[in-house]
């Protein structure tokens, strides 16, 4: 049985990572927010990716909660959960690797509209996709991250991190969107897809051979 010893640090960390993993891939929510700082301006692209991050949240919560009953099981199995958190991180690694979020985008509205509404449209978009649940279940299993007996304050302080981890990559994506807007084209956002995808299947392969090998990457 692997027991895995938890730190403020090693929470804020891992959930960091997960909100980046989370929200990085350029799907549908991802090239609207890209679509909007090019139209709107990098607020109305920032405050798209909030409405994401609030149900990227919500849906960490319930797989967090699903996940901590069923604790004993998590504990006396870590070594198979990491392996098949790492397989389920490097098929979708694979899978944003070889997508097109171009195929995403959709023609710009006339209007900006307020940034609330470009912030419920977000949260609507991403909420209409439960599959992420997966990458969730998958990115909790590799890094461990639901854990029995850690005091309340303890699991705050690891969603939070989520959220920063979240909030941290869009306002980072609209930074940079923003300053390259008239060299910015098609081509860049399938270049962004490509490069997280290869950076997930990088690190999805390095936590399954430390996995293997008895170590901890994480």
Sequence with gaps: MFQIE?????LLIKGFIIGVVVSA??????????QRTLNKGRWYGFVTGLGASLSDIAYALLTGYGMS??????????????LLGSVM??????????????????????????????????FAVTLSNPLIIFLFIGLFARFAFVLPGI????????????????????????FFVSKVRT???????????????????????????FTLLGASLY
């Design 89 to 122: 991180l490097l098929a979708f690694g694979y899978y944003t690797f070889r997508s097109n979020p171009v195929q995403s985008i959709r023609p710009a509205p006339s209007s900006k509209g307020t940034y609330f509404h470009n912030f419920i449209t977000a």
């Design 69 to 82: 009953f069923i604790f004993d099981f998590i504990n006396a199995n870590i070594f198979y959960l990491q």
């Design 25 to 34: 891939p350029l799907g549908p929510v991802g090239v609207l927010c890209i």
């Design 6 to 10: 938890v730190t403020i640090l090693d």
């Design 151 to 174: 005091p309340v304050f303890e699991e705050v302080i690891g969603y939070s991190a989520i959220v920063m981890g979240a909030l941290t990559w869009w306002f980072s994506l609209t």
């Design 183 to 209: 060299r910015f084209n098609l081509r860049g956002i399938w270049l962004i897809n490509r490069i997280i995808g290869g950076a997930v299947i990088v690190v999805s392969l390095l936590g399954l051979i």
